[in-house]
């Protein structure tokens, strides 16, 4: 079986770990948490990082350092992880959605401005399977309406994006660095893990504050057990953090791994007609963090029928997002009634990911490469 996802665990990460269960810092503070808050942090081109549990939990902390009013409105993609939209409504805000562009199945940031009404607060770009959002047309926006950007880079560790293009102060700069806030995943099949866990980041220092105060229960400075404000026990520990510096010490070796897996699919499928590839927009560099392909209606299949002919031929694969608005958890919450979203719901059909680890090896996408030859012939 070749697996959709391994992770590349190496001496470094063991020696790291080690050293935390030798010297007893096993639990939420210690010297590799800050360590690992603040290497993230730096490479991606933000002032602090607040590490946390996981993605899922960094977006809801985010949110909450929105301040949301019940009823305010959170712009979001519609084809994304169900985490996004339940930020939102944990935090008494409505999720809005727009459709996906086409080609980088990332938000179609042309419909955002439809979408801006007086009780906008935020827009919430998520970076999907490794291609960044077109941001400036988004920062654009916020600064026009007073709106916050809460980026989800759960999905692009390391992607760059050229932001200002056409100006002379143009200039590549990393995703999880463009929003007001953002926020990443460590998931296991992320391109830098450690197991589980997540991360806030930002320049300010408020929400950076607030941030750190939700996560650790809202305790306070100077009276411990006396809370003004509810939080949570979205904590990471050292152990895990010992794990992702281990992994930021090694992110260009592993962005190369990526991209080289990427250009290998792409420049040996591409000759497929009935399959759709991943694009790298001139203003991107993408890290593939999962390789899609969009089955074309033509070969008289969907995802589903694919990655049945594929596991019987030992290649495991992944179903894409289907949209928020397809989702019954929300539309029973009466959100997004009789709402339509064409694209995602192709891609939510007709698309899956091939095995993208950073473990991947020549021989196993060989065999991936030629399977999906066979299958499609
Ligand atoms: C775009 C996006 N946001 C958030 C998350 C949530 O991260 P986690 O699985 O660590 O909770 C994921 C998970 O893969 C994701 O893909």
């Not at 002032?47 to 305010?72: E, F, I």
């Not at 290998?264 to 991943?278: D, E, S, V």
């Amino acid at each position: 079986m070749i697996p959709v996802n391994e992770p590349l665990i190496g001496e470094k990460e063991t020696e790291y770990v080690l050293d935390c269960l030798r010297t007893g810092w096993i639990s939420s503070s210690g010297k590799y948490l800050e360590s690992f808050e603040q290497a993230w942090a730096e490479y991606c081109g933000m002032r602090y990082g607040v590490a946390v549990s996981n993605g899922t939990t960094a977006l809801q902390v985010a949110v909450a350092c929105l301040d949301l009013q019940p009823g305010d409105e959170v712009i979001l993609p519609t084809f994304t992880i169900i985490s996004c939209a339940q930020a939102i409504t944990y935090n008494s805000g409505k999720p809005v959605l727009v459709d996906s562009d086409p080609q980088t199945w990332c938000m179609d940031v042309s419909q955002v401005a439809a979408k801006i009404t007086p009780r906008t607060r935020a827009i919430m770009p998520v970076h999907i399977y490794g291609h960044p959002v077109d941001m400036d047309p988004l920062i654009t926006l916020a600064r026009q309406h007073g709106l916050r950007i809460v980026e989800d880079a759960a999905e692009a560790h390391g992607a760059l994006y050229l932001s200002g293009r056409g100006a002379t102060t143009a200039g590549w700069r990393r995703c999880g660095g463009l929003g007001d806030i953002s926020v990443f995943s460590f998931y296991a099949n992320k391109l830098v893990t450690t197991g589980e866990g997540g991360m806030v980041l930002t320049n300010d220092t408020a929400i950076a504050e607030k941030a750190r105060s939700l996560r650790n229960l809202c305790f306070q400075r100077e009276r411990r057990f006396y809370h003004t404000e509810l939080g949570h026990n979205f904590r990471l520990t050292n152990l895990q953090a010992a794990i992702g510096l281990a992994q930021i010490e090694r992110i260009p070796e592993t962005i190369a791994k990526k991209r080289w897996i990427g250009e290998t699919y792409t420049n040996r499928l591409k000759h497929i007609t009935a399959i759709q590839l991943p694009v790298e927009e001139a203003w991107a560099r993408q890290v593939y963090w999962m390789y899609g392909i969009i089955l074309d209606e033509s070969s008289g299949m969907n995802a589903v029928d694919l990655a049945r002919k594929l596991m019987d031929e030992s290649v495991e694969t992944r179903p894409f997002f289907l949209g928020m608005h397809e989702q019954p958890a929300l539309i029973n919450m009466g959100l997004f009634q009789g709402e339509h979203y064409p694209v995602a719901e192709r891609l939510a059909r007709q698309g899956l990911y091939l095995p993208s680890g950073v473990a991947l090896t020549q021989a196993q996408i060989d065999k991936v490469i030629e399977t999906v030859e066979k299958i499609l012939a």
